[in-house]
């Protein structure tokens, strides 16, 4: 069972019926147990940073998504669930992410269109069980913030968007993308897929 983890923001069902779609029961929750006990755990998003990392906190699933990535299973960040990995963020005001990853979230800053929104061709950075099968080509992101890591090691693709932007980040079992992989086509469920396969189901 894959975990799509509930704090009243994301794009849950879309990002459940995708999971469903490539063959894996998908449960939307809150519970605590349940997160524990699956498989693999998808942390979606949507809207802004402090709101999200406020909601996690009331509800204690701050906590549990840190004990869920230190279990060793895979957990995924997709869009803003990706920001959430991060050390901070300087969306309105400073706010601490989960501090899975060591890096910082800031604005797009340029006289060119804010938010990046459209598809754009990913550049794979190095290797990873996230590309198996899969070849560099076009996703679709929707975003006015992005991520600097502070290990190069954890970038594993980037984007180019006026400079080069973090479109997927990764290590050990916890891992990120940026742009909405069950809205970006073939390459897309095919990135998805390959983080389930690291989930023993």
């Known amino acids: 069972m894959i975990a799509i983890i509930d704090y009243g923001m994301g794009n849950l069902h879309s990002v459940s019926k995708a999971v469903e779609r490539l063959g894996y029961e998908a449960v939307i929750t809150a519970d605590h147990t349940q997160i524990m006990s699956a498989a693999g755990a998808i942390l979606p998003g949507v809207g802004a940073f402090g709101d999200a990392m406020q909601n996690l906190r009331l509800t204690g699933l701050d906590e549990i998504t840190r004990r869920y990535a230190a279990s060793g299973k895979p957990l995924l960040g997709i869009c803003l669930g990706m920001q959430l990995l991060f050390t901070q963020s ?7 992410g989960l501090g899975l990853l060591p890096g910082e979230v800031n604005r797009f800053r340029g006289s060119y269109k804010i938010p ?15 590309f198996q099968g899969v070849e560099e080509g076009y996703v679709y992101f929707v975003h006015s913030f992005h991520a600097n890591v502070q290990r190069q090691s954890d970038l594993l693709a980037t ?7 973090t479109a997927i980040v990764g290590n050990d079992n916890i891992y990120g993308m940026q742009f909405h992989p069950e809205k970006s086509g073939d390459i897309g469920m095919h990135l998805l897929k390959n983080f389930l396969k690291l989930a023993i189901v």
Do not use: C, I, P
């Open 90 to 96: 300087e969306e309105h005001g400073t706010h601490e």
């Open 116 to 130: 990046h929104m459209g598809w754009n061709r990913l550049k794979f950075n190095q290797e990873s069980a996230l």
């Open 159 to 165: 984007t180019d968007y006026h400079q080069a932007v």
